[in-house]
């Protein structure tokens, strides 16, 4: 897939920038079986608008279009600022009835479960195959995520129906050695995930194959990052609150120094 790459960042973002904090390295997705469906709140509930999101989710067996979005590496969903973080379901194509999970490692070391049951009701869903859990634009709060963490999401194909394989965004660790989620940068806070839940290569069976179609809609979601974080993950130079403020204290310093320059008496 082709990535669009931003250019033209403004001087000041480009010249001022606090130290990183390095978050780690993902690795393969651990998925527990003590997680419990959080709380699902309503797209009015939430305050969140789905409807400029379903343009990005393509119809079956139909590769993800890049649509002119900028590509990240969903291996390094690396936060630099605190944010509360949500993620809400965009829409989903699938037989399976999969489960979406996610761990926060580095400053803040949380996991759970995020949808139990993905499943579409109602109008406007890509497939509707069984169950009847969510509707588009259900939102979970996963809670405040400190700068210097990891972000990383799985995927457990079929899970509620019993399903066993795990994909997440390390493409080595998956069973069948491949990728199974693409990331883009959507809107100013929104990172997109597409999920691919069948094993194996596009078309193959026999085995373990699954005669994937390799669309990525079969779990379709936003996850809200921030305005911040977000222009990090682009290769923005995000400055530290910190240095902004010590920046517009040497500002207004500079400013009385010169008041005092053209008026002696003072």
Same mark, same amino acid.
């Given at each position: 897939?082709k990535?669009?790459?931003?250019?033209?960042?403004a001087?000041? %973002?480009?010249t001022?920038?606090g130290?990183?904090? !390095?978050?780690?390295?993902a690795?393969?997705?651990?998925?527990?079986?003590?997680?419990t469906?959080p709380t699902?709140?309503s797209k009015?509930?939430?305050?969140?608008?789905? %409807?400029?999101?379903?343009?990005?989710?393509?119809?079956?067996?139909?590769?993800?279009?890049?649509?002119?979005q900028?590509?990240?590496?969903?291996?390094?969903?690396?936060?630099?600022?605190? !944010?509360?973080v949500?993620?809400?379901?965009i829409?989903?194509?699938?037989?399976f009835r999969?489960q979406?999970?996610?761990t926060s490692?580095?400053?803040t070391?949380?996991s759970?479960?995020i949808?139990?049951?993905?499943?579409?009701?109602?109008?406007?869903?890509?497939?509707?195959?069984?169950?009847?859990?969510?509707k588009?634009?259900d939102?979970?709060?996963l809670?405040?995520?400190?700068?210097g963490?990891?972000?990383?999401?799985g995927?457990? %194909?079929?899970?509620?129906s019993?399903?066993?394989?795990?994909f997440?965004t390390?493409?080595?660790?998956? #069973?069948?050695?491949?990728? !199974?989620?693409? #990331?883009?940068?959507?809107?100013t806070? !929104?990172i997109?995930?597409?999920?691919?839940?069948l094993?194996g #290569?596009l078309?193959?069976?026999?085995?373990k194959?699954?005669?994937?179609?390799?669309?990525?809609?079969?779990?379709?979601?936003?996850?809200?990052v921030?305005e911040?974080?977000?222009?990090?993950?682009?290769?923005?130079?995000?400055?530290?609150?910190?240095?902004?403020?010590s920046?517009?204290?040497?500002g207004?310093?500079?400013?009385?120094?010169?008041?005092r320059?053209?008026?002696?008496?003072?």
């Amino acid at each position: 897939m082709k990535s669009k790459f931003l250019t033209g960042f403004a001087v000041t %973002a480009a010249t001022m920038t606090g130290a990183l904090i !390095h978050a780690p390295s993902a690795s393969a997705f651990n998925w527990s079986s003590s997680w419990t469906q959080p709380t699902i709140y309503s797209k009015e509930q939430a305050g969140f608008d789905d %409807a400029p999101y379903q343009k990005y989710v393509q119809q079956e067996r139909v590769a993800i279009p890049n649509s002119e979005q900028f590509l990240l590496d969903p291996t390094k969903l690396n936060l630099k600022f605190a !944010h509360d973080v949500s993620v809400s379901f965009i829409n989903e194509g699938a037989g399976f009835r999969n489960q979406l999970a996610f761990t926060s490692t580095g400053t803040t070391n949380t996991s759970g479960l995020i949808f139990n049951d993905i499943s579409c009701s109602g109008a406007g869903c890509v497939g509707a195959w069984g169950g009847n859990a969510l509707k588009l634009g259900d939102t979970v709060k996963l809670g405040n995520i400190n700068g210097g963490s990891l972000l990383d999401f799985g995927l457990k %194909a079929n899970g509620f129906s019993g399903g066993t394989n795990i994909f997440g965004t390390q493409t080595g660790q998956n #069973a069948d050695g491949l990728q !199974h989620v693409v #990331a883009y940068a959507i809107g100013t806070r !929104h990172i997109l995930l597409g999920f691919e839940d069948l094993y194996g #290569a596009l078309g193959a069976t026999g085995g373990k194959n699954q005669n994937s179609d390799r669309d990525f809609n079969d779990a379709v979601f936003v996850v809200d990052v921030g305005e911040k974080n977000l222009r990090v993950l682009k290769g923005e130079k995000v400055p530290e609150p910190s240095i902004v403020l010590s920046l517009l204290g040497l500002g207004a310093a500079g400013l009385v120094a010169r008041r005092r320059q053209n008026n002696p008496a003072e």
